[in-house]
């Protein structure tokens, strides 16, 4: 996109982001850059506060034991990408051989009473393929698992380590429990890596890489507040499901990976060269000095040298003509989703 044509497509009056799609000549059908998962967040945190307990999994379990009430099991494993910044290779997976609805615990050694409360639980989770079941993360006082689960994942998160965090009351002993549940999909990954207790509340810090999710969206349930603009095309919030969608697109969504699953998608369907149309997130807040992590999966069958996706910024009535991202053709792959970060 250049800047001229930028600043000409930019007219928004209250919002500071928009993602912009730009045909650059003359298309045929067969292209379509395709949208989904859309994340702001915040910066990190530069210090890391002490940790009181630690299990990287790369020499053995640490200590942590198999709930032996559950029919599935927890096995150590290194097939998998390694979590970033993390230089180790072990991580802990659910066994394959568990059939549907089947139970795995993973349990931590007995942390005494403290003062020191709640600390913050850490640690990183994978969940990869449909119908992946769900994991858990349970507590246990006095010797019984306490009613309802402290935090639990059923959505499956693609081919990536995902992080998580969650504050634990140490009036009393306790242990941690870290249950999966098989779903339809026995070939489904669950895994975890990086189990940490920080010794102070989750709300005192900000847990190492997580991010402080101010707007996500999926676009499962709602447009979340996303507006869709359109120009000489249209973008489009659909399910590959929907057999009444009569041009080429992505068989499966990102999230859940199935045909059921809802993106948005701009089909390129004719020959009108422009600006096609803009997926316009909420406003957000502008805080002094703090820059913001935008985040976006996305997928372009076309020709990155005749049509382009890009992101703008808009602040206040002030346009910033210059994209602050745009695709190049490195990232080109026909139907296969990309991230950006
Ligand atoms: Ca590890």
């Given at each position: 996109m250049s800047a001229e044509r930028a600043g000409m497509t930019l007219?928004?009056?209250?919002?500071?982001m928009a993602a912009a799609l730009q045909v650059r000549a003359a298309q045929q059908a067969q292209q379509l850059p395709a949208e989904d998962v859309i994340t702001a967040t915040a910066p990190l945190a530069t210090t890391a506060p002490s940790e009181s307990w630690h299990c990287t999994f790369q020499d053995d379990f640490c200590n942590m034991t198999t709930v032996?009430?559950?029919?599935g099991h927890w096995e150590r494993n290194n097939t998998l990408d390694k979590v970033?910044?993390?230089q180790d290779t072990w991580y802990v997976a659910m066994s394959g051989n568990t059939s549907k609805g089947q139970r795995a615990g993973l349990e931590t050694p007995v942390f005494s009473s403290s003062p020191v409360t709640p600390r913050c639980l850490t640690f990183f989770y994978y969940m990869d393929g449909a119908n992946t079941g769900q994991i858990s993360v349970l507590l246990r006082r006095g010797g019984d698992l306490v009613e309802g689960a402290l935090w639990t994942q059923g959505r499956p998160q693609g081919q990536e380590w995902m992080p998580a965090h969650a504050d634990i009351d140490f009036n009393t002993s306790v242990s941690i429990v870290f249950e999966s549940k098989r779903g339809n999909n026995v070939e489904a990954v669950l895994a975890l890596d990086e189990i940490t207790i920080v010794e102070m509340s989750c709300n005192s810090f900000q847990p190492?890489?997580?991010?402080?999710?101010r707007t996500m969206c999926d676009?499962?349930?709602?447009?979340?507040?996303f507006t869709l603009e359109n120009e000489k095309g249209e973008w489009l919030w659909i399910?590959?499901?929907?057999?009444?969608?009569n041009f080429p697109h992505?068989?499966?969504?990102?999230?859940?990976?199935?045909?059921?699953g809802h993106y948005l998608v701009a089909p390129l369907m004719d020959n009108r060269e422009g600006l096609v149309g803009r997926v316009v997130t909420p406003e957000f807040t502008e805080e002094l000095n703090k820059t913001q992590c935008l985040t976006f999966w996305y997928m372009h069958n076309g020709q990155t040298n005749k049509d382009a996706l890009t992101v703008s910024i808009k602040h206040d009535l002030d346009?910033?003509?210059?994209?602050?991202w745009r695709e190049t053709?490195?990232?080109?792959?026909?139907?296969e989703w990309r991230k950006v970060v």
């Open positions: 007219l928004l009056q209250i919002l500071v032996s009430s559950y029919k970033p910044s993390v190492t890489d997580e991010p402080d999710q676009f499962e349930d709602s447009l979340c507040g399910t590959p499901h929907d057999k009444a969608i992505p068989a499966h969504d990102h999230t859940y990976s199935t045909d059921f346009i910033f003509a210059r994209a602050v053709s490195e990232f080109l792959v026909n139907f």
